[in-house]
């Protein structure tokens, strides 16, 4: 084993065992490496799907598969305020249209609201078509692509190509965070780019966000508050992000 290899999973074993770390521990871990080599490391570590990038350092990938990105897990916690915003983006729903519809728990119940009407559903997440498979009036189409088996949606290239061939009426967008400087984001860069799509071939843009998504950043923007025309929420959002969202033109439910 090469002295590359062996710092790199140093490296690795160092973020495993802390969760999180800063870059200036890196540095501290690893003295007489260059701060060019370690950001070339950690690079080179999150290709490979070893550590997660972050702002500032990196998360380990077992802290990320052991807690969020399973999506029963995430289906289990903030039920009461997922269950209100799925029926507030139900009543926005419009019949004999065309709709994208996120992966993601609070999209799931989404797609279980969802009443046996005339839709064409473009859906990348597994559980929400599970939901509309009960229904016998909507076609529901699932694009090819790469399957995130952790939160049970497709996603990449084939995915993307397929998004951009259909006009939606209305986008259901999941996201991970939001953050002033650097908007909506989430945690894969295919992801990111897939979602960007269904937001140009959108005619409305709708993001399922609840409060606790504030003030969290991902490594990969997805877009601006002002690239969006609906929020819809648990009814925490604090007041200086509901002046910013009225300043964009971005209604509020």
């Known amino acids: 084993m090469d002295n590359m290899e062996t710092r790199r999973n140093a490296i690795v074993q160092l973020i ?18 260059s701060e060019m080599t370690l950001r070339t490391d950690l690079k080179a570590l ?5 550590i997660l990038r972050i702002h500032g350092g990196a998360k380990s990938v077992q802290t990320i598969i052991n807690s969020d990105d399973f999506l029963h897990q995430r289906t289990g916690r903030s039920i009461a305020q997922k269950q209100l915003i799925a029926e507030k983006a139900l009543t926005l729903l419009q019949t004999d249209s065309t709709i994208y519809l996120d992966s993601g728990s609070t999209a799931t119940m989404l797609a279980r ?18 939901e509309l498979a009960k229904l016998s009036k909507p076609t529901v189409m699932l694009p090819g692509g790469k399957l995130n088996r952790y939160s049970q949606s497709v996603f990449g290239f084939s995915a993307i ?8 009426d209305q986008v259901f967008l999941g996201v991970t965070g939001y953050h002033a400087l650097s908007g909506f984001s989430c945690g894969i860069d295919e992801e990111a780019v ?3 799509t269904a937001i140009r071939q959108s005619a409305q843009v709708i993001v ?17 508050l002002s690239d969006i025309d609906v929020i819809v929420s648990d009814g925490q959002l604090p007041q200086d992000f509901l002046a910013e969202c009225q300043r964009c033109g971005v209604t509020v439910l």
Request: glycine share 4%; aromatic share 8%; charged share 30%.
């Open 16 to 33: 495993n065992e802390n969760g999180t770390v800063h870059f200036s521990q890196i540095k501290e871990a690893f003295p007489d490496v």
């Open 46 to 50: 999150d290709e490979k799907k070893r």
């Open 113 to 130: 609201l969802i009443p046996d009407q005339p839709n064409l559903i473009y859906t990348t997440g597994l559980s929400c078509a599970t």
């Open 161 to 168: 190509r397929e998004l951009e061939r259909v006009n939606f």
């Open 194 to 196: 897939l979602k960007q």
């Open 208 to 224: 399922l966000m609840d409060s606790s998504k504030l003030e969290t950043k991902r490594s990969f923007r997805i877009c601006g």
